[in-house]
């Protein structure tokens, strides 16, 4: 059997060979191909070497020799795909990288860019009179409020009946804005045209009120939902509804009294209730959550979860007595780190100082101590007096 030995003199090893590495420059790879192919030129011309001739790796030296041919091939036009400056082989310039074509951006049509929408940029909302206060604070995760509130004194002359509302929206603020607009007004048309004084009637009207509210929104074609709690004063009495996780608290002589009870997912016949339509509740991102996405069960919108999410509220009717002092409205941006007696506690002498009462500044002082416990969300806090009522 016989072999071939590569000799150290053997053009295999001659510095003339084309070096081509990984790492090697564009420069570094033309010098030593323009080297190569004025080398191979001589040979054919018939000035090669006896040792050139007789090497064992003659077939690696044609097959560079076929590099140089398919080199000189190369059109003009061609080298544009390599990124070179199209020259001859044969010139002694060195081979420079070409400027890649301009790229021309369409300026409308299917790619033209959008503007972003111009979002709500207040930070704080506040208001402040004799009959009640509020406060709101935009969370540090969002880039636009979603909170709204609502109120209506003196309706239809009487200071004895009044309105008030907090809206928390989510998904956006267009649900919480159309509610606070309409809600208040439907609730007074439903209970001048019902008329009646028994609680039957004020539960139908509040109820008839969030699901008339809750249809016009949806006739809109807008995304988002919104959770609600308002309270309707009339003739001394206190008519409190809610869909959703925000909250009355009323202070009966320092003690809290909760008038709302939260609707989430987590509660066994609110759970119930979206099984049975065929819905699910599991917990996903640390909460209870409606078909792993929303953490409320009941509220104004949401068409994409409907017929689970749910826009009927539950009411609660009271007689406005002399120890009823103030009623707290908020969103769960305060409730979820402020329990019930936390808020009353709070806010019971800065309501009722008799020197000077500061309703307002117990508005911030509860939106304060809600964000210093790592409260993330919009929150909206208000104090309504209800001794101006009885």
């Not at 001659?14 to 191909?33: D, N």
């Not at 409308?108 to 909302?125: F, I, K, T, W, Y």
């Not at 200071?159 to 267009?174: E, L, M, R, V, Y």
Request: aromatic residues 6%.
């Amino acid at each position: 059997m016989s072999c071939s030995v590569a000799v150290a003199s053997s053009p295999a090893f001659s510095p003339s060979m084309i070096s081509i590495t990984r790492k090697a420059s564009t420069e570094t790879l033309a010098l030593s191909l323009q080297h190569h192919l004025s080398s191979s030129s001589s040979s054919a011309d018939g000035s090669s070497s006896p040792a050139s001739c007789s090497s064992p790796f003659r077939r690696f030296q044609r097959g560079a020799g076929g590099i140089r041919c398919c080199n000189r091939d190369i059109s003009t036009s061609d080298s544009r795909i390599f990124g070179f400056s199209a020259s001859s082989c044969g010139s002694s310039s060195v081979l420079k990288r070409k400027r890649p074509a301009r790229l021309e951006i369409p300026a409308s049509g299917s790619l033209a860019l959008q503007a972003n929408p111009v979002l709500d940029d207040r930070v704080e909302v506040e208001a402040d009179c004799a009959r009640y206060s509020v406060y709101c604070k935009r969370g540090r995760k969002g880039l636009e409020m979603e909170d709204r509130h609502s109120v209506a004194l003196d309706i239809l002359g009487d200071p004895q009946t009044a309105f008030f509302g907090i809206f928390d929206g989510h998904g956006g603020s267009k649900a919480a804005e159309f509610a606070s607009q309409k809600i208040g007004e439907l609730i007074v048309e439903e209970v001048l045209t019902r008329g009646g004084e028994g609680g039957i009637e004020l539960e139908e009207a509040m109820k008839n009120s969030y699901l008339k509210t809750d249809m016009e929104f949806l006739k809109e074609d807008l995304r988002g939902g919104a959770c609600c709690v308002t309270a309707f004063v009339r003739n001394g009495d206190l008519i409190v509804s809610n869909a959703g996780d925000c909250r009355a608290v009323v202070s009966i002589s320092g003690k809290a009294e909760a008038l709302t009870s939260d609707h989430r997912p987590s509660r066994e016949d609110e759970k119930d209730r979206i099984e049975s339509l065929g819905g699910y509740v599991d917990f996903c991102r640390g909460v209870w959550r409606l078909q792993g996405s929303l953490a409320v069960s009941r509220g104004i919108g949401d068409s994409h979860l409907k017929p689970w999410v749910i826009p009927e509220p539950e009411t609660k009717i009271m007689k406005i007595k002399s120890d009823c002092e103030f009623l707290i409205l908020a969103s769960d941006g305060l409730w979820d780190k402020v329990s019930n007696q936390e808020a009353i506690d709070m806010a019971r002498p800065l309501c009722l100082d008799p020197q000077k009462p500061s309703p307002l500044i117990a508005c911030k002082k509860l939106v304060n101590l809600s964000v210093s416990r790592g409260s993330m969300d919009d929150i909206s806090v208000m104090i309504i007096h209800l001794g101006h009522f009885i």
